[in-house]
């Protein structure tokens, strides 16, 4: 996990707070608001349709015989309607993948759903596309009291959702084109139809679904249009400055500035990103004049999964003019610091304890300052430029040492220890243990005898050692990833614990989990499962060292391109535990896990969980079939899809066999620096050093590595049968190499070995596979005891056993 991680731990959360009352001067987009929030049916109009067809960007809404009845008109506009009666809804996806999926959820590869009912929001533009229809339909107008009676309380929940989309564009002054459609059929249930051009991938269908009391929003699809536009970023930020006051209680009070350049104009709404658990008291622009804002409204269901409701929406006096700068001050409260116990502290907010834009992250600069109460140290991402007292508070300011992606801090009872060397390496540990560890390792230690009570609760009776070993290990590590990845990119590098299981990687700042800090006996009493320990002590620490280039250097741009750093951080710290243990089976023995783990049937759908969903559908790979999905595919599948790249540019003659693939991560953490990249962006750099064996489409394209193995599912499994025929010198091997478990049309170059009679391991050839069953042919000097399919573990598969073997010729 790395900061930008988000794919939130909070997602399955509650219902959202009360509407929070923006501030006196903003009355308008306040009771615009108000009013788009609390529309309802306008029952003097109701109409019979017959045929009417609502078109955006390929998803066809096709109201065949019903009652149609518009929302009232707000400032004159119309927002909205509800339909009942018979109508269906057709959506074909261009991607097989989204196909793939919309297949999982509904059996067929294409959305053709009869319904009953729809609600539907809009922008002004699909307004009047409707009315001209109703128009030119001539249709009856009636008044029906039963039809509102029975929408009215459905109204009242879908518009809280729906109205901050509505009410940005009815501020807008080019509005982008939106539609979204809450619909109820009698096959699969309400689901919703978001098609919104201000979004990357305009179209949007899903179902929000609640397992085991956890919340899910399945997503059947999500796919931009073929002539969809690219929703350009609004805003740059320039930068982030905050003065954080932490009390004794914890709450947390800051005022902070966002600096903004407008770069499209005609936007008056900004979408922000705040914790829930932070309540903003004023937004004002540079001069001192407040601004209206929303917090904590519902944002779209289909969201939450994703974000959390963090929503913050600030409105502009008047829409933003292109080049100009937005300097928006901040003023909120709250507790976003959690209290584990023993003077152990967790900052729980992850990224969003500041306000920050939505949409596409941004690297920028930021100046922290931060107040705390005395008995606490705190550390922060960036270099401390001062430090000090003031009353009975300490006081320190740190400033990013380079553009940052993200910012964050951590506070505790802390011991300290320094490991001198380029990075500094401080390594900030607590002196207890969170109480839930403490009580799980009260409760598991069996018959041995209690130790004291004061005595037990301090796991690390010399912390400074073990802190500096695990400093010295991750100055090792650094060294290690250096050569892969170039220098270390910040002049520090801080470590701080945080209770729980999982672990951070923020720029020149690791969160890394309690457990990191415990012997492995302590680690077992503490409930960790063996593979999980060996996790925690092989892997975990040295994963977020290499989150500092992957993922704090150069960052995702979405969640499809999430498995790049998630799956490098992964790979990169196997390849370090290999290093460390100097053998190559740590390697392997990991990754075949991995495929293990991958390929395993899930109980109950007898579906391997690699068919959950391809890599590039980060986040939405956690749907209510699949919840645990996302971990084992993003990280191991990704680890994987690293391994074999790394495979296929290796020279294994030459002096440094990996030039290539260091050449690859070095110009990524180049090119992108300090910015975003996409999968796109990373198959394009593997393109310009690909060799011509990976060129199985003799096209200098990698698209079928990236088709087959990111944006599609499936792992092969493998056989072979052959026949070895005498000649005059050694012997013809020939046969054939089957593949199963994929497409038909599937290709990979897979390595075949021979095992000589004295034991040697040879080489014959690959074969590139076209199919189903695909021939080859090698010749030999001697007789080959047995053929080895892909035995270096170059490719995620599976191998099975010699399907039938012929000797000919031979005595
Ligand atoms: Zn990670």
Same mark, same amino acid.
């Given at each position: 996990?790395?900061?930008?991680?988000?794919?939130?731990?909070?997602?399955?959360?509650?219902?959202?707070?009360?509407?929070?009352?923006?501030?006196?001067?903003?009355?308008?987009?306040?009771?615009?608001?108000?009013?788009?929030?609390?529309?309802?049916?306008?029952?003097?109009?109701?109409?019979?349709?017959?045929?009417?067809?609502?078109?955006?960007?390929?998803?066809?809404?096709?109201?065949?015989?019903?009652?149609?009845?518009?929302?009232?008109?707000?400032?004159? $506009? #119309?927002?909205?309607?509800?339909?009942?009666?018979?109508?269906?809804?057709?959506?074909?996806? @261009?991607?097989?993948?989204?196909?793939?999926?919309?297949?999982?959820?509904?059996?067929?590869?294409?959305?053709?759903?009869?319904? *009953?009912?729809?609600? &539907?929001?809009?922008?002004?533009?699909?307004?009047?596309?409707?009315?001209?229809?109703?128009?030119?339909?001539?249709?009856?107008?009636?008044?029906?009291?039963?039809?509102? *009676?029975?929408?009215?309380?459905?109204?009242?929940?879908?518009?809280?959702?729906?109205?901050?989309?509505?009410?940005?564009?009815?501020?807008?002054?080019?509005?982008?084109?939106?539609?979204?459609?809450?619909?109820?059929?009698?096959?699969?249930?309400?689901?919703?139809?978001?098609?919104?051009?201000?979004?990357?991938?305009?179209?949007?269908?899903?179902?929000?679904?609640?397992?085991?009391?956890?919340?899910?929003?399945?997503?059947?699809?999500?796919?931009?249009?073929?002539?969809?536009?690219?929703?350009?970023?609004?805003? *740059?930020?320039?930068?982030?400055?905050?003065?954080?006051?932490?009390?004794?209680?914890?709450?947390?009070?800051?005022?902070?500035?966002?600096?903004?350049?407008?770069?499209?104009?005609?936007?008056? =709404?900004?979408?922000?990103?705040?914790?829930?658990?932070?309540?903003? $008291?004023?937004?004002?622009?540079?001069?001192?004049?407040?601004?209206?804002?929303?917090?904590?409204?519902?944002?779209?269901?289909?969201?939450?999964?994703?974000?959390?409701?963090? +929503?913050?929406?600030? =409105?502009?006096?008047?829409?933003?003019?292109?080049?100009?700068?937005?300097?928006?001050?901040?003023?909120?409260?709250?507790?976003?610091?959690?209290?584990?116990?023993?003077?152990?502290?967790?900052?729980?907010?992850?990224?969003?304890?500041?306000?920050?834009?939505?949409? /596409?992250?941004? !690297?920028?600069?930021?100046?922290?300052?931060?107040?705390?109460?005395?008995?606490?140290?705190?550390?922060?991402?960036?270099?401390?430029?001062?430090?000090?007292?003031?009353?009975?508070?300490?006081?320190?300011?740190?400033?990013?040492? +380079?553009?940052?992606?993200?910012?964050? !801090?951590?506070?505790?009872?802390?011991?300290?220890?320094?490991?001198?060397?380029?990075?500094?390496?401080?390594?900030?540990?607590?002196?207890?243990?969170?109480?839930?560890?403490?009580?799980?390792?009260?409760?598991?230690?069996?018959?041995?005898?209690?130790?004291?009570?004061?005595?037990?609760?301090?796991?690390?009776?010399?912390?400074? *050692?073990?802190?500096?070993?695990?400093?010295?290990?991750?100055?090792?590590?650094?060294?290690?990833?250096?050569?892969?990845?170039?220098? &270390?990119?910040?002049?520090?590098?801080?470590?701080?614990?945080?209770?729980?299981?999982?672990?951070?990687?923020?720029?020149?700042?690791?969160?890394?989990?309690? !457990? =990191?800090?415990? @012997?492995?006996?302590?680690?077992?009493?503490?409930?960790?499962?063996?593979?999980?320990?060996?996790?925690?002590?092989?892997?975990?620490?040295?994963?977020?060292?290499?989150?500092?280039?992957?993922?704090?250097?150069?960052?995702?741009?979405?969640?499809?391109?999430?498995?790049?750093?998630?799956?490098?951080?992964?790979?990169?710290?196997?390849?370090?535990?290999?290093?460390?243990?100097?053998?190559?089976?740590?390697?392997?023995?990991?990754?075949?896990?991995?495929?293990?783990?991958?390929?395993?049937?899930?109980?109950?759908?007898?579906?391997?969980?690699?068919?959950?969903?391809?890599?590039?559908?980060?986040?939405?790979?956690?749907?209510?079939?699949?919840?645990?999905?996302?971990?084992?595919?993003?990280?191991?599948?990704?680890?994987?899809? #690293?391994?074999?790249?790394?495979?296929?540019?290796?020279?294994?003659?030459?002096?440094?066999?990996?030039?290539?693939?260091?050449?690859?991560?070095?110009?990524?953490?180049?090119?992108?620096?300090?910015?975003?990249?996409?999968?796109?962006? &990373?198959?394009?750099?593997?393109?310009?050093?690909?060799?011509?064996?990976?060129?199985?489409?003799?096209?200098?394209?990698?698209?079928?590595? &990236?088709?087959?193995?990111?944006?599609?599912?499936?792992?092969?499994?493998?056989?072979?049968? !052959?026949?070895?025929?005498?000649?005059?010198?050694?012997?013809?091997?020939?046969?054939?190499?089957?593949?199963?478990?994929?497409?038909?049309?599937?290709?990979?170059?897979?390595?075949?070995?021979?095992?000589?009679?004295?034991?040697?391991?040879?080489?014959?050839?690959?074969?590139?596979?076209?199919?189903?069953?695909?021939?080859?042919?090698?010749?030999?000097?001697?007789?080959?005891?047995?053929?080895?399919?892909?035995?270096?573990?170059?490719?995620?598969?599976? /191998?099975?056993?010699?399907?039938?073997?012929?000797?000919?010729?031979?005595?």
């Amino acid at each position: 996990m790395w900061a930008g991680g988000s794919f939130s731990a909070f997602a399955q959360q509650a219902p959202p707070a009360a509407a929070s009352i923006a501030s006196e001067n903003s009355l308008k987009p306040q009771q615009l608001y108000e009013s788009l929030a609390s529309v309802q049916l306008d029952t003097a109009k109701v109409y019979s349709v017959r045929n009417l067809s609502i078109r955006r960007d390929g998803v066809e809404i096709f109201l065949e015989n019903g009652k149609l009845a518009f929302l009232q008109p707000v400032e004159g $506009q #119309i927002t909205g309607a509800v339909f009942s009666g018979h109508g269906r809804i057709f959506a074909v996806p @261009p991607d097989p993948a989204e196909r793939a999926s919309l297949a999982q959820y509904l059996k067929v590869p294409l959305i053709d759903v009869d319904f *009953a009912q729809a609600y &539907f929001r809009f922008d002004p533009l699909t307004a009047n596309r409707i009315a001209e229809q109703v128009t030119t339909q001539k249709e009856s107008v009636t008044g029906d009291a039963d039809l509102a *009676a029975a929408w009215s309380p459905i109204i009242s929940g879908l518009n809280l959702s729906s109205t901050p989309r509505v009410f940005e564009s009815l501020l807008s002054a080019k509005p982008p084109a939106h539609l979204y459609a809450a619909v109820n059929s009698a096959q699969f249930g309400g689901f919703d139809v978001v098609v919104d051009e201000s979004r990357a991938e305009a179209v949007l269908i899903g179902q929000p679904r609640r397992v085991n009391n956890e919340d899910f929003f399945n997503v059947w699809t999500s796919y931009k249009p073929v002539n969809a536009p690219v929703p350009p970023d609004d805003f *740059a930020i320039i930068s982030d400055i905050q003065d954080t006051t932490i009390e004794d209680d914890l709450t947390l009070t800051a005022d902070a500035v966002l600096k903004l350049k407008c770069l499209i104009g005609g936007e008056r =709404v900004l979408n922000l990103e705040l914790s829930r658990f932070l309540k903003v $008291q004023s937004v004002t622009d540079a001069d001192g004049n407040a601004l209206a804002f929303f917090q904590n409204q519902d944002i779209r269901r289909q969201d939450i999964a994703r974000r959390g409701n963090d +929503a913050l929406y600030v =409105v502009l006096p008047q829409q933003a003019v292109a080049g100009t700068q937005y300097d928006l001050r901040f003023k909120y409260r709250g507790t976003v610091i959690e209290d584990d116990g023993n003077g152990v502290y967790f900052v729980g907010a992850r990224g969003s304890w500041y306000p920050h834009l939505s949409g /596409t992250p941004q !690297f920028s600069s930021f100046d922290l300052k931060f107040r705390w109460p005395k008995k606490l140290r705190l550390v922060a991402t960036g270099e401390e430029i001062s430090h000090g007292e003031d009353g009975n508070q300490l006081t320190g300011e740190w400033h990013s040492t +380079a553009p940052f992606i993200f910012a964050g !801090f951590n506070l505790g009872e802390y011991a300290a220890e320094t490991v001198p060397g380029k990075p500094e390496i401080q390594l900030f540990a607590n002196q207890q243990l969170e109480q839930s560890i403490a009580n799980l390792l009260q409760q598991n230690t069996g018959n041995r005898p209690l130790v004291p009570l004061p005595r037990f609760l301090r796991p690390l009776p010399t912390p400074a *050692a073990v802190l500096k070993d695990l400093g010295k290990n991750l100055l090792d590590s650094v060294r290690y990833y250096e050569r892969l990845n170039g220098p &270390f990119p910040f002049p520090e590098l801080n470590v701080s614990q945080i209770p729980g299981t999982f672990g951070q990687g923020w720029p020149g700042l690791l969160y890394l989990t309690t !457990f =990191v800090f415990l @012997p492995p006996q302590a680690q077992a009493e503490a409930g960790l499962p063996q593979i999980s320990q060996e996790e925690v002590q092989r892997l975990v620490p040295y994963h977020e060292v290499v989150h500092q280039w992957w993922g704090n250097v150069i960052a995702p741009a979405s969640y499809r391109d999430n498995w790049i750093v998630e799956g490098m951080a992964d790979y990169q710290s196997l390849m370090y535990d290999q290093e460390k243990k100097r053998s190559k089976p740590a390697l392997q023995s990991w990754l075949l896990q991995y495929r293990d783990a991958l390929t395993s049937k899930e109980p109950g759908t007898g579906k391997s969980l690699d068919s959950a969903g391809p890599l590039d559908f980060g986040y939405r790979l956690n749907s209510s079939n699949t919840p645990n999905a996302y971990r084992i595919i993003t990280y191991e599948k990704g680890a994987w899809v #690293i391994h074999m790249l790394r495979m296929m540019l290796r020279e294994p003659r030459a002096k440094d066999p990996d030039a290539r693939f260091e050449e690859l991560l070095k110009r990524m953490l180049a090119r992108y620096r300090e910015k975003t990249f996409s999968a796109r962006d &990373f198959q394009t750099e593997v393109e310009r050093l690909m060799t011509p064996s990976m060129d199985l489409e003799n096209s200098r394209s990698m698209d079928w590595f &990236f088709d087959q193995w990111v944006r599609q599912t499936g792992i092969p499994e493998y056989s072979v049968d !052959f026949t070895v025929r005498a000649r005059k010198s050694g012997v013809l091997v020939e046969g054939a190499l089957h593949q199963s478990g994929v497409s038909k049309v599937f290709t990979e170059r897979v390595p075949i070995y021979a095992v000589e009679p004295q034991g040697r391991r040879m080489f014959l050839g690959s074969a590139v596979t076209t199919g189903p069953a695909t021939s080859f042919r090698f010749a030999m000097r001697v007789r080959p005891l047995k053929r080895l399919i892909d035995p270096e573990h170059t490719i995620l598969c599976r /191998t099975r056993g010699f399907v039938r073997t012929f000797l000919q010729g031979l005595d």
